[in-house]
């Protein structure tokens, strides 16, 4: 009767058992942090989720010699209790009755795994909770569950949960490479803050021996193996961890990830990033004296698209600005952006040998009107566009622009190459925008300029390796191919760089410069068919550098980035596209000539986009090219550098009207007077009336303009000597 009342009693302690709940942070995975990894491999960060770095392993990762030793350190007895050692328990007791405190615990892997995961208070009613609960685990999980379990949410100290996270922090090496003296170390540290080996290395070693000791005494190790592991040297690693490539990596983190996960391979190829990061770091002490104090460097691999390098400060631990990523930072665009320009206008019809008039010139803006200067504050006259481009030539490129398509086209061209800092309007912007007047991001100008290495191809930047990459043709490949051609002729650029400035290369390179006012950026940004480089030098807080340009400041970093990627990754050329032909034509005119002419110079041409050819009205009696009227100031200025191959023309020409241009748009600001007068200028003629008849034209000494009202205007001027009539058309709108 008795024996079956207790058979009754232990069923239904069984059965009720079941009815206890098991923690619910033990039936889910524990959280682990975020290791990033390198295109190669190479471990750059691990990012700690919840304050801790956790990385979980299965018991088959774990070798026997590092479970002898966590055993050793815990519960000897692990597998062969149910959940509570009892004979550890009435020892504790013992031991705590005969000291009058507690000497010595007697919890379990169980019971201990049990409290990890339902932190409560240490009362005598919670330990029986935990206990009870910790039979009911064993009774629903095998020991290899509840083991696994445990080695993965112990905590090792210094923010390490977990074998995997204590024995990468402690020894940089998996767990499956420990030694009997590292796993019995590890096995020593959880429980006990004050065995911080990097704050007390002796009490640690000393608890490391003891783990040791018990291991010999379990029969875990043979008196060689005791010894052996007892006088080996531990090689720990300094506090601290992982933390290369530190702007890229948090510019990893804050690109959106669907599904969780413990691994990122990313796109970057750190031993090329540390290259970079030194170049970076030894052009900016070059150039300390000028004040310049930092930078920033990208380098996409233009077939995928992957951000294979980014540097985004000089130090990135420097106080106040160095965590300041400049590979992301918005900064104004200067030049940069001409290029896009010029593809505009290649696509509706112009050619590398069309030629603008580098000649001062107001263009119409909302505050009235808009005279850009060159660099140099230098006009060159008649340019064809190859020079005016390679060498970045400030007032053609806003005519270039004027004549494909204004402000609207080169922002909707823009923001498809991935420019996504331009959220203005385009007339907010106007024709300043060719020029930079807006915000730009090094690393999507550097993407953009990749599109153009891919002859049209537009691909988005990454930089997780698996992150999806769809492509985009928005050009015509032949005619990207004529802007890189332009943009790798170290001879166009001469006019304004010279013949060996740092964008001079001994292989084909396609580049660009660009310098925003006062000099507090420059931006040098270039490319071949297989990287895309883009260097952004300047100060985070705005201030000026002294005299320092793309071509000096930005130029001599991309130059050398290009020369390691050349030697060490291989750079090549674009092949002539098959349409492409070779013609002669006048440097002045952009007209054909004859291939015998030695005044011709060889340009590249689309047979449907050739010039039309020279005839005589494009010289004077002794052949000197006939210049138009707008040529008139600049003709009779000390810049003319070609009085004796040029005539002006302006007695038999027609009167040109300069401003307004025909088409062009003013928007009125009520709050701003100057915006209400639109200037009048008009170059060929002597004695002017201008007249409109929706607009009220005036005169003053030196000056003549037409009151600005909303709609659609005509505007017609007459040279009240010669009789010669010109007219010019505008839009106005208001605010």
């Known amino acids: ?24 942070a033990l039936l889910r995975p524990p959280i682990q942090s975020i290791a990033l990894l390198d295109r190669n491999g190479i471990p750059l960060r691990e990012a700690r989720v919840a304050e801790r770095f956790s990385r979980e392993l299965s018991l088959d990762e774990v070798p026997r010699h590092v479970i002898d030793a966590i055993l050793a350190a815990e519960d000897k007895r692990f597998y062969r209790h149910h959940g509570i050692d009892w004979i550890a328990s009435v020892r504790a007791l013992l031991a705590g009755l005969r000291q009058g405190r507690i000497v010595s615990g007697a919890s379990t892997i169980t019971q201990q795994l049990i409290k990890i995961s339902e932190r409560r208070p240490r009362t005598l009613r919670a330990k029986f909770i935990e206990s009870l609960t910790a039979l009911r685990l064993e009774q629903a999980w095998s020991k290899d569950q509840i083991l696994a379990a445990y080695l993965n949410r112990l905590d090792f100290g210094n923010l390490n949960i977990g074998l995997a996270a204590a024995a990468d922090y402690y020894f940089g090496k998996p767990v499956s490479d420990l030694s009997d003296a590292e796993a019995a170390f590890l096995a020593g540290l959880p429980k006990n803050p004050r065995l911080n080996p990097h704050v007390a290395p002796d009490a640690a070693r000393q608890r490391q021996e003891t783990v040791l000791r018990r291991m010999r005494d ?18 720990l690693r300094p506090p601290g961890r992982r933390f290369r490539a530190p702007h890229f990596v948090e510019l990893v983190l804050q690109q959106p990830i669907e599904v969780p996960r413990t691994e990122l391979k990313t796109t970057l190829d750190f031993r090329l990033n540390e290259q970079v990061e030194k170049i970076l770091r030894e052009r900016l002490a070059q150039l300390r004296e000028q004040n310049v104090r930092n930078g920033a ?52 019809g112009a050619t590398p040998a069309t030629v603008v008039a580098d000649v001062r010139t107001s263009f119409p803006a909302a505050d009235g009107f808009y005279r850009p200067e060159n660099y140099n504050r230098r006009c060159y006259g008649p340019v064809r566009y190859r020079t005016a481009l390679a060498s970045s030539l400030n007032i053609p490129a806003v005519k270039v622009l004027l004549a494909a398509g204004g402000p609207s086209a080169l922002h909707e061209r823009l923001r498809a190459c991935g420019l996504t800092t331009l959220d203005r309007a385009p007339e907010i912007y106007g024709l300043g925008l060719t020029l930079g007047n807006c915000e730009g991001r090094l690393l999507e100008m550097t993407n953009a300029y990749a599109s153009l290495a891919r002859l049209g191809e537009f691909r988005p930047w990454r930089v997780l390796s698996d992150s999806p990459s769809s492509a985009r043709q928005y050009s015509r490949p032949e005619l990207v191919w004529q802007i890189a051609d332009i943009l790798s002729d170290n001879s166009a650029r001469t006019l304004a760089f010279g013949m060996n400035s740092a964008l001079r290369f001994d292989y084909p390179v396609a580049c660009k ?32 550098m002294r005299e320092v340009s793309g071509v000096t ?46 005044r011709g110079v060889r340009e590249k041409f689309l047979p449907d986009h050739l010039p039309p050819a020279e005839t005589p009205a494009d010289y004077d009696a002794t052949g000197n090219v006939q210049l138009g009227p707008e040529y008139a100031d600049w003709f009779d200025s000390a810049e003319n550098g ?3 191959q ?3 023309a302006l007695a038999r020409g027609e009167l040109r009207i300069t401003s307004p241009l025909p088409g062009s748009v003013y928007v009125v600001d009520p709050d701003v007077p100057s915006t209400r007068r639109i200037p009048l200028v008009v170059n060929g003629g002597s004695r002017m009336k201008w007249e409109s008849e929706s607009l009220a034209c005036q005169s003053e000494p030196g000056a003549d303009f037409a009151l600005a009202a909303e709609g659609e205007h005509r505007i017609v001027v007459t040279d009240l000597t010669s009789g010669r009539r010109a007219e010019t058309w505008i839009r106005i709108r208001s605010l």
């Not at 043979?222 to 040297?233: I, Q």
């Not at 631990?317 to 001409?338: D, H």
């Not at 000099?519 to 201030?543: A, L």
């Not at 990627?565 to 004859?594: C, F």
């Open 646 to 648: 040029t005539v002006l």
């Open 1 to 24: 009767m008795a024996l079956a009342t207790v058979a009754s009693l232990l069923i239904a302690a069984y059965c009720g058992l079941k009815l206890v709940p098991i923690p619910p």
């Open 642 to 644: 070609l009085r004796s």
């Open 513 to 544: 410069t660009g310098t925003s006012t006062d000099f507090r950026d420059n931006w040098t940004i270039g490319f071949t068919p297989e990287f895309s480089v883009g260097v952004w030098v300047g100060n985070f807080d705005g201030s000026p």
């Open 218 to 235: 379990n029969g875990r190790l043979d008196l060689a193996r005791y010894e052996r592991a007892r006088r080996e040297s531990l090689a």
């Open 553 to 598: 400041g930005a130029g001599p970093i991309l130059h050398t980035v290009f020369d390691y990627l050349h030697a060490n990754y291989g750079t090549s050329w674009y092949r002539t596209p098959p349409q492409i032909v070779e013609r002669n034509v006048h440097p002045l005119t952009g007209k054909l000539v004859a291939d015998s002419d030695a």
């Open 297 to 348: 460097v990208v380098v996409i691999d233009n077939a995928s698209g992957d951000v294979i390098a980014l540097v985004g400060s000089e130090n990135y631990f420097a106080p106040a600005t160095g965590q300041v990523n400049g590979a992301w930072a918005q900064r104004s665009a200067g030049s940069a952006l001409k290029p896009f320009t010029y593809l505009l206008a290649l696509e509706r």
